[in-house]
């Protein structure tokens, strides 16, 4: 739990000719006000003053500070002890202390959503990212400060927190966000964004929908090439054939997965055309003269939403053995797609080539038994960390905490088995950021799709189903951020693969440096 302050203490004048003693009386703070009452070895929770400025009859303060002795307490401590070093050797007094800007952030791993924290008392926003939970108040005056209402705001959000957790928090048996494995370091070839690299040397180009891209022919035959070396290193050994999974999906399908519960702001819909000839020809006429797409109009010629393009890309195998009976004998069966894009809306989150609405991935599927579904799993992993290797990335691999799978699950039904660690997440490292960029995702599923389904073995066997995502574009993008654009820095076995392809002439892109 962390705690952020901007604060003020008011004076009853301006006294600049105290500076000094200000200062030496916030170095002493630090040791003594601020740390009394914290008990040895838990000094990094007190209170820490970041900055401060002395501006006329105001002294701004930036704090920060965990559980003990929190910012706006340690800002109330304060303000006694100063009045008592001013009043008397400049005859200023402290009117009073207020907080501009205060933010907590705390851990909120397996919380998606909170619902009521916005509205609380006190609250001016509070959003969740990468498993923290970031609540901003609004400016408190001293007197709240004192009636202790950011307590009381702290304790509500915890028992909010608690009671919001979902099932991925309770049914992994290690903690998610542990990392499990990683590779040894890398020299990185690049420090700039490849993003704005990529858009400078002409190898993509934005496209007008948000979170999309035109990707270049040296681009592409980076991904092509890749895309061959991960078959070869990670699909063939493990056996699976490779099939054409549909990209349209209907409703019902995403409602049996349990994604219209768990996501549904995170999928786009369509809706087919109603066979309305008038209404298109009104909305043609509508084009025609006014030069803008009726929305209206277009609108009325659409039926409701009946599917959503594929936002997992596992979506058809499950669907394939729908209320079908196998023989655990005759397992695992394990197909691959590469057939095409998945789409996922991101909204304020897309940005750059890494986190995007459209992107390419090689999806792995299985059923199998029990075992043999987290075998199989496991050595999708541990080929991928080989694959790592041999192109000399830099990798860490940690347990994931957001399943997809687990997202229209809030509590644990009767009868649904789980996995002990439903997800692994393999990163590859970016130079300058402590988080790297996920390229594998490896799930197993236990009998939550095997339910919903109406999957059967004959004799009643248990089976589970798992799947692996192999993010092409996440690949890609690791690949550029770690060894740049030069492909000489490159492994020769990919430069080969690339080399003499090049982007057509256009006089006015991709523009000079």
Not at 266 to 290: H, Q
Not at 375 to 403: C, F
Not at 414 to 431: A, H, T
Request: include cysteine.
């Amino acid at each position: 739990m962390k705690f952020k302050l901007k604060g003020i203490i008011k004076l009853s004048k301006e006294v600049p000719e105290a500076e000094k003693d200000i200062e030496e009386f916030l170095k002493e703070a630090e040791k003594d006000i601020l740390r009394r009452g914290v008990p040895d070895g838990q000094e990094r929770e007190a209170s820490h003053i970041k900055s401060w400025k002395l501006m006329g009859d105001t002294l701004k303060l930036e704090m920060e500070s965990g559980r003990r002795v929190r910012a706006h307490d340690g800002l109330l401590r304060l303000k006694k002890p100063l009045g008592q070093l001013l009043g008397p050797r400049y005859r200023v007094g402290v009117r009073g202390v207020n907080v501009e800007d205060y933010t907590l952030e705390m851990d909120a791993r397996g919380v998606s959503e909170i619902p009521g924290l916005r509205e609380l008392p006190f609250v001016e926003d509070a959003d969740i990212s990468e498993g923290t939970i970031r609540v901003r108040f609004q400016p408190l005056d001293e007197s709240e400060l004192r009636k202790h209402v950011v307590d009381r705001v702290v304790k509500h959000a915890l028992s909010l927190v608690e009671s919001s957790q979902d099932l991925t928090t309770r049914v992994t048996r290690a903690t998610p966000g542990e990392i499990v494995a990683r590779s040894e370091k890398r020299e990185f070839f690049f420090d700039g964004d490849p993003t704005e690299e990529a858009m400078r040397l002409g190898w993509v180009k934005k496209f007008p929908g948000r979170g999309q891209w035109f990707y270049g022919p040296q681009i592409t035959a980076l991904h092509r090439a890749l895309e061959e070396f991960l078959i070869e290193r990670i699909v063939k050994p493990l056996g699976f054939v490779e099939c054409l999974f549909p990209k349209l999906i209907p409703l019902d399908v995403m409602n049996k997965m349990r994604y219209l519960e768990g996501l549904p702001e995170g999928m786009y819909y369509c809706s087919a055309p109603s066979r309305d000839p008038e209404t298109f020809e009104e909305f043609k006429n509508e084009l025609i003269i006014n030069r803008e797409v009726p929305m209206d109009l277009l609108k009325r010629g659409l039926k409701d939403p009946g599917y959503v393009i594929a936002p997992a890309q596992c979506e058809p195998f499950y669907q394939f053995l729908s209320h079908e009976v196998v023989n655990v004998d005759d397992l695992p069966i394990k197909f691959f797609d590469r057939s095409g894009w998945t789409y996922r809306w991101e909204a304020g989150g897309a940005k750059g080539l890494d986190r995007v609405h459209e992107f390419q991935r090689i999806e792995l599927v299985w059923l199998a038994a029990p075992r043999d579904t987290e075998e199989i799993r496991d050595r999708t992993v541990e080929l991928s960390y080989d694959a790592a290797d041999e192109l000399e990335l830099e990798w860490y691999t940690e347990v994931g905490d957001d399943p997809f799978y687990l997202e229209g699950r809030r509590v644990e039904e009767r009868g649904i088995e789980f996995p002990d660690v439903p997800k692994y997440e393999m990163r590859l490292s970016l130079p300058g950021q402590e988080k790297g960029v996920a390229v594998v995702s490896a799930n197993v599923h236990g009998t939550h799709f095997i339910e919903g389904f109406s999957i059967r073995e004959a004799r009643n066997m248990n089976i589970w189903t798992g799947c692996t995502g192999i993010g092409l574009s996440r690949w890609i993008y690791g690949f550029l951020a770690q060894k740049g654009f030069d492909t000489e820095k490159w492994p020769e076995f990919i430069r080969k693969r690339v080399e003499g392809v090049e982007a057509p002439r256009i006089i006015t892109w991709p523009g000079k440096d």
